[in-house]
């Protein structure tokens, strides 16, 4: 995988990022969340937990954060969503071209750990206000309703952002290991979806990845992700501070297409919504 040089900015339009960049803390380990609802509390009185008790959080829950736009519910934020028995907590991106957008992935500050299990991508962790994985099942009960769309953002250490805009998004059930249903690609960034599509999803202890043998992709580049062998894009692999870095594995937090398997990304999420007519 090349290096591919430098690419127009994003339109930086809307703030799909969370709250605000935190100092790195540590993260209690998906182990300690280990449900469907990504916990951001309530606020209760005299409690601070930064970020969450500021945003005040919409009646619901929604179906997904276009029924919540379309309520008139224009502000972004921490949004409760009902999938079907599943209660979660995402993010709703309600500026950027036209809202209506749910953050299913999100990195901005390698505050939570990514290198984790079958079972925490299944469900999701993390926290909605930053960095977090909205879980498989989650995303596979919102795109089993309908066509979906998928916004990928990407920014680089230089501040320079990048897109990938796919027509169509969807995830098949557990039952077939999430694989990734992709449409036609658009956008600034370069595809380095598509390799992946059709792919089963791995993680470090469910190795469905195209690599024969024992070679685990998740294993070497860290994450979770639709591997085929490997990967030409690991947006849930390891946050590297700096952008370039140097290990045995490509395990960064990488676009191939945009800045290179050896460049981990400042910024990275991925948005759905329901596709229009
Ligand atoms: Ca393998």
Redesign the pocket.
């Known amino acids: 995988m090349q290096e591919v040089n430098h690419r127009a900015p994003g339109s930086g339009a809307g703030s799909p990022w969370g709250v605000s960049e935190k100092e790195t803390e540590t993260d209690p380990g998906p182990a300690a969340k280990q449900k469907w609802t990504h916990a951001c509390p309530r606020a209760s009185p005299g409690v601070g937990w930064p970020g969450c008790a500021s945003i005040p959080v919409p009646p619901g829950p929604w179906q997904d954060c276009a029924e919540a736009h379309q309520a008139g519910h224009s502000q972004s934020g921490v949004y409760e969503l009902q999938l079907g028995r599943l209660q979660v907590s995402a993010w709703c991106e309600q500026q950027l071209e036209g809202g209506g957008w749910t953050v299913i992935q999100r990195r901005q500050d390698g505050s939570v750990n990514f290198f984790t299990t079958w079972q925490h991508y299944k469900v999701g962790f993390g926290r909605p206000d930053g960095e977090y994985w909205l879980g498989l099942e989650p995303v596979h009960q919102l795109t089993s309703r309908g066509d979906h769309e998928l916004l990928v953002l990407l920014e680089d250490w230089g501040g320079r952002g990048a897109r990938a805009h796919y027509d169509s998004f969807s995830l098949e059930p557990e039952s077939d290991h999430y694989r990734l249903r992709l449409g036609q690609y658009h956008g600034d960034a370069g595809d380095s979806l598509s390799w992946h599509n059709d792919k089963p999803f791995s993680t470090v202890d469910r190795?469905r990845?195209?690599?024969?043998?024992?070679?685990?992709?998740a294993l070497y580049q860290r994450g979770g992700w639709w591997y085929h062998a490997c990967a030409h894009s690991n947006l849930n692999g390891v946050w590297h501070r700096g952008g370039h870095y140097r290990n045995r594995y490509q395990d960064g937090v990488y676009w191939a297409e945009f800045r290179g398997g050896a460049y981990s990304l400042k910024k990275a999420a991925m948005l759905i919504r329901p596709a229009r007519p």
């Open positions: 190795d990845d195209s690599y024969s043998g024992r070679s685990n992709c």
